[in-house]
């Protein structure tokens, strides 16, 4: 007598074949952005954003701009304004982290814990919007861009991959342009700081035309990029 065969057990092994795929394909997503940028230093990178408006067909304007022809006053003004601590910390300012984390239990207004190299990470390989699930990617993600790009680089690319206008305006070319009606070879050290204060929200806030909440902001990171204590870990052989 021929015993059934039993065929329940095929579309078992089907299934877990799937999810094993799918598990490696995510794992595949989340290395990948470890694997690349090693690689990010050299070149144009670009930014998600950037890549989902051309995909929409949204207005993209971005004009890459190697850091020594940046005007010096840009990135003391970014330093002084988004993260100070940007030379001493490995990517991630754990009390600035922790000070955030804080006034969101004390239900105070959120302020910003994230470095210029989180924003770099979330720039560059994730998306916009506030989520656990992104920072907690984020962050090690950081520490590894801190790990293996020289801190001025790191510099560069969020200085070309910023973005710094209303209407799809990316990095310090565009956003001075747009603003100013000039490179940003030739900034200021007002105007470096009026793009500096509209960095959390260009759609809102304006350097073209700024209000005087952007105004005082930019006077203070006039201050802050001129200030003694501002370490820099980054070469400025060009006059300012």
């Given at each position: 007598?021929?015993a059934?065969?039993d065929?329940?057990?095929e579309?078992?092994?089907?299934?877990?074949?799937i999810?094993r795929?799918?598990?490696l394909a995510?794992?595949?997503?989340?290395l990948?952005?470890?694997?690349?940028?090693?690689?990010?230093r050299?070149g144009?990178?670009?930014?998600?954003?950037?890549a989902?408006r051309w995909?929409?067909?949204a207005?993209?304007?971005?004009?890459?701009?190697?850091?020594?022809?940046?005007?010096p006053?840009?990135p003391?003004s970014?330093?002084?304004s988004?993260d100070?601590?940007f030379c001493s910390?490995?990517?991630?300012d754990?009390n600035a982290?922790?000070?955030?984390?804080?006034?969101?239990?004390?239900?105070e207004p959120a302020?910003?814990g994230?470095?210029?190299t989180?924003?770099?990470?979330?720039?560059?390989?994730?998306?916009?919007?506030?989520?656990?699930?992104r920072?907690?990617?984020?962050?090690?993600?950081?520490m590894?861009?801190?790990?293996?790009?020289?801190?001025q680089?790191?510099?560069?690319?969020y200085?070309n991959?910023?973005?710094?206008?209303?209407?799809?305006q990316f990095?310090?070319?565009a956003?001075?342009?747009?603003a100013f009606?000039?490179?940003?070879?030739?900034?200021?050290?007002?105007?470096?700081?009026l793009l500096?204060?509209?960095?959390?929200n260009?759609?809102?806030r304006?350097?073209r035309n700024?209000?005087?909440g952007?105004?005082?902001l930019?006077?203070?990171?006039m201050?802050r990029a001129n200030?003694?204590?501002?370490?820099?870990?980054?070469t400025?052989?060009?006059?300012?």
């Amino acid at each position: 007598m021929i015993a059934p065969v039993d065929r329940t057990a095929e579309p078992e092994a089907s299934d877990l074949r799937i999810v094993r795929i799918l598990l490696l394909a995510l794992l595949g997503v989340l290395l990948l952005p470890y694997v690349v940028t090693p690689f990010y230093r050299a070149g144009h990178p670009v930014s998600t954003l950037m890549a989902w408006r051309w995909l929409k067909g949204a207005p993209v304007t971005r004009q890459w701009v190697d850091f020594h022809a940046i005007s010096p006053a840009l990135p003391r003004s970014v330093v002084g304004s988004e993260d100070a601590k940007f030379c001493s910390h490995r990517g991630v300012d754990w009390n600035a982290l922790q000070d955030a984390i804080d006034d969101a239990g004390d239900g105070e207004p959120a302020r910003g814990g994230s470095t210029i190299t989180q924003q770099v990470a979330k720039n560059l390989f994730l998306w916009p919007g506030r989520s656990v699930v992104r920072k907690a990617l984020e962050l090690p993600l950081a520490m590894w861009i801190d790990l293996v790009l020289p801190k001025q680089r790191i510099l560069e690319i969020y200085l070309n991959i910023a973005e710094l206008g209303p209407s799809g305006q990316f990095g310090a070319e565009a956003g001075s342009n747009y603003a100013f009606g000039h490179s940003a070879a030739t900034l200021s050290a007002r105007e470096a700081a009026l793009l500096a204060a509209i960095l959390p929200n260009p759609v809102r806030r304006s350097a073209r035309n700024p209000g005087p909440g952007v105004r005082r902001l930019a006077g203070t990171y006039m201050a802050r990029a001129n200030a003694q204590a501002l370490q820099r870990c980054w070469t400025e052989n060009r006059g300012s």
